[in-house]
């Protein structure tokens, strides 16, 4: 079929070299693109001959690792979400119905020329605003199968239930979706029970375990300390793409006086803004004991070498956390996204923090409440997770999200 054709329709030619698209909503942090660019990774080792296309407006997609050669990207224009009623665009001086718009018509017509016998959303049934309705009808009309990924928690269950019912996204779930896919473990948060997810959607679910960096050659954690320059008792302190992570760092470093013996590892991540990059490297100056990098190769390492990973709970952080049973302290975010400037006046989120009392509650990580964030309670939590034993974990919890995942995505290819 000519490829000006709105959608092709599956033939045994496209099931042996399948097309697969994936969509990302762009937000304030690392966590959707990273779990996007995990799957395409995965995917393309058990699918060669496949095609995978990654659309979305990421403000870093630019710093993806090298994609599989079977493998590309079409960048669409940025909105990242914060605390103002409305996200906001972040480079194009637009309206955001402009943009709105705009988005829509590159990711239709990027699905109608590609032509997926797969579609993969991540975590937004509708992208921020609605962009992916006039490109979930085109896949309807055709064979190509949709399938929408969510990380384990979306946010508080009583906000969830209002926006989905106020947006239609039940309605959209039962139309639009061939399978719902949760990055996470039941035992630990029930969706279709939390969110009120009718039976008849709620059989759609498939519940894959925690999804994190696919398996990689080991690196000794000797060759970490020796590359930094540090000894083994090293902290690793870690706020996703740091965006909204300036609160943590800065108590922390008030912290490190009273944690006699460490050095410290401070990953800041690339959307740390520029002033509060300022402030914290100017309160790091002068002490060796503190490395800062804006990110590091393959973070989970770094991690594995610590003593002791310090850390807000976003859904990639946690998952490493818990899949490498690392001695941790999460202080989870309740302010909204780039509120950090303004956390007393500012709507709370509940994600992080369901997250994090979760993870407590089961005895894999331990919890510092944000309101009693001080240098003092945070240096007493962590001298309490390196004096525990690494955390073990729980019967039952799957944590091969992964692999889970893309062999279903691959079992939607031939269905």
């Not at 990654?54 to 990242?80: C, E, F, Q, W």
């Not at 016998?117 to 979930?136: H, I, Q, Y």
């Not at 922390?252 to 990059?277: I, K």
């Not at 999460?330 to 909204?336: C, F, K, L, S, Y």
């Amino acid at each position: 079929m000519a490829r000006n054709d709105p959608l092709k329709k599956v033939t045994s030619q496209s099931v042996s070299r399948p097309r697969i698209a994936l969509f990302t909503h762009d937000t304030f942090g690392l966590g959707h693109i990273k779990r996007s660019s995990h799957i395409i990774q995965a995917l393309s080792e058990r699918l060669p001959n496949a095609s995978l296309l990654l659309i979305s407006g990421s403000p870093v997609l630019h710093m993806l690792r090298t994609l599989p050669p079977n493998a590309d990207y079409v960048k669409i224009p940025t909105v990242v979400k914060t605390g103002a009623p409305e996200s906001q665009p972040s480079h194009l001086p637009l309206a955001v119905s402009e943009i709105t718009w705009l988005r829509e018509q590159i990711i239709l017509q990027t699905v109608q020329g590609f032509g997926p016998d797969v579609f993969v959303a991540d975590n937004f049934p509708l992208g921020s605003g609605n962009e992916l309705l006039s490109t979930l009808k085109e896949l309807k009309r055709s064979n190509a199968r949709t399938i929408l990924g969510v990380r384990d928690i979306v946010d508080a269950p009583e906000v969830v239930r209002v926006d989905w019912q106020r947006h239609g996204i039940y309605d959209v779930l039962d139309r639009y979706y061939d399978r719902i896919l949760v990055y996470g473990n039941r035992e630990m948060f029930d969706v279709a029970d939390a969110y009120a997810i009718p039976d008849r959607i709620s059989r759609k679910i498939a519940y894959c375990g925690y999804l994190t960096s696919p398996a990689q050659m080991e690196r000794n954690p000797e060759e970490i300390h020796q590359e930094l320059g540090t000894h083994d008792r090293m902290i690793v302190v870690t706020g996703g793409g740091g965006g909204d992570a300036f609160p943590l760092f800065s108590t922390f470093l008030e912290a490190l006086p009273r944690l006699s013996g460490f050095s410290a590892l401070l990953v800041l991540g690339p959307m740390m803004g520029a002033s509060d990059r300022a402030k914290l490297h100017s309160l790091a100056a002068g002490n060796p004991n503190v490395i800062l990098r804006d990110s590091v190769p393959d973070l989970p390492r770094y991690m594995i070498a610590a003593e002791a990973v310090v850390s807000m709970c976003g859904y990639n952080v946690a998952a490493e956390i818990v899949v490498n049973r690392l001695r941790a302290v999460i202080v989870p975010r309740t302010w909204r996204y780039g509120e950090h400037t303004n956390r007393a006046n500012t709507l709370a989120e509940g994600e992080q923090i369901i997250r994090a009392q979760s993870f407590a509650k089961m005895g894999l990580a331990l919890l510092l409440e944000p309101e009693n964030l001080n240098p003092e309670h945070l240096a007493e939590k962590i001298l309490e997770a390196i004096r525990s034993p690494k955390p073990a974990i729980s019967a039952g919890l799957n944590v091969d999200g992964l692999e889970s995942a893309v062999k279903l995505i691959q079992e939607m290819v031939c269905t």
